[in-house]
């Protein structure tokens, strides 16, 4: 006799086709399909909270480049889910968010309408029924994957334990193409480019994802371009003419070059705030062209815009345009030497005696294994590491909650990346505000890193209020934060670490790591509330003159 397949099966075997790990945590609405996929063997994440099953999702696809799904219940557990979900339809992340959803008679007591809710972040859900619930589950992957954003995907809870029926046939899958750049366009550009004296290529996630890098180095070579990446496109461009992360992370070497530029070209970069540095990353008469798949423009200081896929575009202009000898570069080979944008040892303290951030980073880029995912937080502090501490390639670096500039997402962030990339260190970089928030999934850190260090960036206070508010005479009282020894709470948890007050206390790390780099350490950094970064300082310049 045939075993009848109910419709939370149905689901689950088409995402077990599909993703290769599941996150999540487990309630009635959504305790028949997880129980399936533990069942049959899929990995297994248990967030402790259910923002964090998103938050990982998220992070295994920003360091692998493969999609994954989360499952949360209904209600309660969906809410929880919101501020990771709209990070990651914000940052344009792939992953199904599997859901309990009301019953098909109606609405409880207890029941919201999710698909409002949902409707209101820019997510799609797909509702299943008893016949649709394979083709549904395909089309929510299919869509997540080729418009690069999360779909959830809902169970109504008297069907998750019903029989399925017949199940309709899958819809076709069409093939996705690049989306080509219109001719006259091209030639448009490449007569820009040709009259530019100081072209700047600015490549983001975007070329990353399209694969671009060698289209654009061919591109920059033959015009004699300077390069600049997003913080996500790190590394993405082999060649000794990239400047570095453009904007708010920027050096003072570079940075100044970057504005003297009379044309960036910007391929598959969103141009957010950090990117352009508060505004203030491009000159006023500088011609800003952005290239994106996206249907308009993302900032407002673009002069030109084509919808196009980055590699495409690189591919067509490189064609297009006149080759120069030199150039731009042959001004500034300094670009290429070792010393460029090299920095001095910071001081080790500030005034106050507490640790000086930027000597932390520098210390820790020379001791932490050079194959790293890092994954940061969002806070002030998110200054400190893209300027000093190097990524082994675009996947090695993630801003989490940039997108909705939010914070508290770091640590379920970091098992995500983890999980993903087990072969690599997995670096988490917090501030003490943001750990707070996230303390339910430290325990979920300790259990599922297999080698991981925690970093906390400990001033006792929530940074970017201190520097953005403090600054201007507001009272400080609700931005400080009684301080926290957090290695004292991951001890407590089973994992390793140390309060540490000096550059000396990084002894405990070094032995740590020589001693095989097993599970997690959390280093916890007491440091000075004076330091502001500079991306933040530059922001607030214009503010605090007129105060």
Request: charged letters at 20%.
């Amino acid at each position: 006799m045939t075993e009848q397949l109910n419709v939370s099966d149905v689901v689950a075997e088409v995402c077990a086709r599909h993703t290769e790990v599941l996150f999540g945590l487990m309630g009635n609405g959504n305790a028949f399909f997880t129980a399936n996929l533990t069942a049959r063997g899929l990995p297994y994440i248990s967030a402790r909270h259910e923002a964090g099953t998103v938050a990982m999702a998220d992070a295994y696809y920003r360091a692998s480049g493969r999609i994954a799904a989360a499952t949360v219940t209904y209600g309660a557990g969906f809410t929880n889910s919101l501020t990771a979900l709209t990070e990651a339809a914000k940052a344009r992340t792939p992953l199904v968010l599997v859901i309990g959803e009301a019953p098909t008679s109606g609405p409880r007591p207890w029941d919201i309408d999710q698909l409002m809710v949902a409707r209101g972040l820019g997510v799609q859900t797909l509702t299943v029924t008893a016949r649709n619930a394979a083709r549904l589950t395909e089309e929510a992957f299919t869509t997540a994957r080729t418009e690069r954003r999360p779909v959830i995907l809902s169970i109504p809870y008297d069907l998750s334990n019903a029989v399925a029926d017949t199940q309709e046939p899958a819809a076709p899958q069409e093939p996705v193409g690049h989306t080509v750049p219109d001719a006259v366009a091209v030639e448009q550009l490449a007569s820009l480019l040709n009259r530019s004296r100081r072209p700047l290529i600015l490549a983001g996630n975007g070329s990353v994802i399209s694969g671009a890098g060698p289209a654009i180095v061919e591109l920059g070579d033959k015009i004699g371009a300077l390069f600049a990446t997003s913080v996500m496109a790190r590394n993405s461009l082999d060649t000794p003419w990239d400047l570095g992360i453009a904007g708010g992370f920027a050096r003072s070497g570079p940075l100044h070059l970057m504005r003297s530029a009379d044309l960036i070209l910007v391929l598959g970069a969103s141009l957010n705030a950090f990117q352009t540095r508060y505004g203030s990353l491009f000159a006023d008469d500088a011609e800003v062209i952005q290239v994106d798949e996206l249907s308009a423009a993302t900032n407002e200081r673009v002069t030109r815009f084509v919808q196009a896929d980055a590699r495409e575009v690189a591919s067509a202009l490189t064609a297009a345009v006149s080759a120069v000898d030199g150039g731009w570069r042959s001004q500034h080979r300094e670009v290429c030497t070792d010393s460029f944008a090299h920095d001095q040892p910071a001081d080790e303290f500030a005034a106050d005696g507490r640790l000086n951030p930027r000597a932390v980073a520098q210390q820790l880029d020379a001791l932490l294994p050079a194959e790293r995912t890092i994954v940061q937080d969002g806070g002030h502090f998110c200054g400190w590491i893209p300027m000093y501490c190097q990524a082994p390639d675009p996947q090695g670096l993630m801003m989490v909650g940039t997108a909705f500039q939010s914070i508290g997402l770091g640590i379920p962030a970091a098992v995500g990346a983890a999980v993903a990339r087990p072969d690599r260190t997995t670096v988490l970089v917090a501030g003490d505000g943001g750990a707070l928030m996230a303390l339910a999934d430290l325990e979920s850190a300790v259990r599922a890193i297999p080698s991981g260090v925690m970093v906390i960036f400990n001033d006792a206070a929530y940074g970017a209020e201190i520097h953005q508010y403090a600054a201007r005479g507001l009272d400080d009282t609700a931005m400080q934060i009684p301080e926290v020894d957090f290695s004292a709470l991951g001890r407590s948890l089973g994992a390793q670490g140390v309060k540490m007050r000096s550059l000396a206390d990084l002894q405990v790390l070094k032995e740590w790591l020589a001693a095989g780099a097993e599970g997690l350490f959390v280093l916890d950094v007491a440091v000075t509330q004076s330091e502001v970064a500079d991306y933040m300082r530059e922001s607030m310049a214009p503010i605090l003159a007129g105060k």
